[in-house]
């Protein structure tokens, strides 16, 4: 009996040198490894089948510790399994019970670690849509708010653009306006049958000549004649051949006159002219030639041979008499050759006349 005692001993001493010298061959082999490396090299060994459970332990055992030092879950697991399995084997069933107990902790560390990345992954997936949508609202109406200004531009550009067509159109109306109120205006100066100045255009010409000898000092002669037995001719063949009459003569004098010289209808058949820069006898060599031409000149209506004469009355002004007075003295002058034989041209003072004031001025208004 005392003899299998001591070989049942030898043999424990003898598998307990054995499983010792294995366990730290094993830690010999490992040494080198990275710590993550050894863990696992431990796990891989101690799942090997032909190694006694006891080694199993010691190795688990050894790869449990080292997990837990630097914290690999996977690594404590995977030792605890072993651990787990290996004391079942043996019948340690409460150390057993303790690794399942501690695997079971480490199991609800894990589940309770993973709920806590996998809430504050969803708190931080939530934080990047909050703001994944905020940044969309902030581009929708940055996108509709640039859309909207894009629509005010366009609908300023248009309305400018209008603006712009009705400023032309007005500008065009406003042209139209200035055109006809020359247009009025020469029409109010202008007689309508013979297209010559009217009474009122020959008054604001002589103040401008009047303006104009007062700078300059130089005189300018006026003239006024009148047809020769005007109303025989409306009586004899009508107003229309009056009309006619009067027409011929308006185109004859405005041929004849320079582009200084001004002719107007004075009244009737009366004519005015103002002849700048001439003295007396200019006018009268002026009359002369009108008065020659409009005698030797045939005329002829609706087939009817017409023949006619004017009287010319010829003044001047030269700063010593009222532009009136030099008017009345033209009427006067003209109505001395109606009196001596018409068909004449009569200049003032060269009659033995004395001069006469006007008793009846026209008004030439002041346009300055």
């Excluded at 598998?15 to 830690?27: G, H, P, R, W, Y």
């Excluded at 809430?119 to 703001?131: A, K, V």
């Excluded at 051949?241 to 004859?252: A, K, Q």
């Excluded at 009268?284 to 409009?294: H, R, S, T």
Aim: proline letters at 2%; aromatic letters at 8%.
């Amino acid at each position: 009996m005392r003899y299998w005692m001591i070989l049942v001993l030898v043999m424990v001493t003898a598998s307990l040198t054995a499983e010792k010298a294995t366990t730290d061959s094993v830690l010999h082999f490992i040494k080198d490894f990275p710590i993550e490396q050894q863990i696992d090299q431990l796990n891989r060994i101690s799942y090997q089948s032909d190694i006694p459970d006891t080694l199993r332990i010691q190795l688990s055992t050894l790869a449990l510790i080292k997990a837990e030092a630097i914290g690999d879950m996977v690594g404590q697991k995977l030792a605890l399994n072993t651990q787990i399995v290996a004391l079942l084997q043996e019948g340690r069933r409460e150390e057993a019970r303790a690794a399942y107990q501690q695997l079971r902790q480490l199991l609800e560390q894990e589940k309770h670690e993973t709920e806590k990345q996998i809430s504050s992954q969803i708190f931080f997936r939530n934080i990047f849509m909050l703001g994944f949508v905020l940044i969309l609202n902030m581009a929708f109406w940055a996108y509709k708010r640039y859309v909207m200004k894009k629509k005010d531009t366009d609908s300023l550009a248009k309305v400018n653009d209008e603006y712009r067509e009705r400023a032309k159109e007005l500008e065009r109306t406003n042209l139209n306006i200035e055109r006809a109120k020359k247009q009025l205006e020469g029409l109010a100066r202008t007689d309508p049958l013979t297209r010559l100045l009217n009474r009122r255009g020959m008054e604001e010409r002589i103040h401008y000549e009047i303006q104009r000898f007062k700078r300059y000092s130089k005189p300018f002669a006026v003239i006024i004649s009148d047809i020769d037995d005007f109303k025989k001719v409306n009586d004899t063949y009508g107003h229309n051949c009056g009309d006619y009459v009067l027409t011929c003569v308006s185109e004859l004098i405005s041929d004849v006159i320079r582009k200084i010289d001004i002719a107007c209808r004075w009244g009737g058949e009366e004519f005015l002219l103002l002849l700048p820069e001439t003295d007396l006898e200019g006018g009268g060599i002026l009359a002369e030639k009108l008065k020659d031409l409009i005698s030797i000149t045939p005329y002829q209506f609706e087939g009817i041979d017409i023949q006619f004469s004017m009287t010319f009355g010829v003044s001047v002004f030269d700063g010593g008499k009222n532009i009136d007075v030099v008017i009345q003295e033209a009427d006067e002058a003209l109505y001395y050759g109606k009196e001596h034989g018409k068909d004449q041209v009569v200049l003032h003072g060269r009659y033995g006349h004395t001069q006469v004031q006007s008793t009846d001025p026209i008004t030439i208004p002041d346009l300055t």
